[in-house]
């Protein structure tokens, strides 16, 4: 069992062999999931979409508002279908 600490501001550091072994990078979202009844939180890891569009689109008019929305329809995509395996 690897254990992290919350701090007084609630943030929680993930421990290097954790980042390591999933390669979670900056930018990666992490989703979780609560079981209420069991007292278990699941954590899935979305990986970094915004990254996933760089180099996809050559349009002048790509705004961040645009990429932005793009980005959180990919990543709610991602959540989506890890929910249904």
Known sequence: MILSKVSKKWLVN???????????????????????????????????????LTGKYDDPNLTYDVVEDLTEKISLREINANNRT
């Open 14 to 52: 993930i421990p290097a062999e954790i980042r390591k072994r999933f390669h979670i990078q900056e930018g990666d979202y992490l989703a979780w999931e609560m079981n209420e009844k069991d007292n278990i939180i699941t954590i899935k890891i979305i990986k970094n979409p915004l990254r996933a």
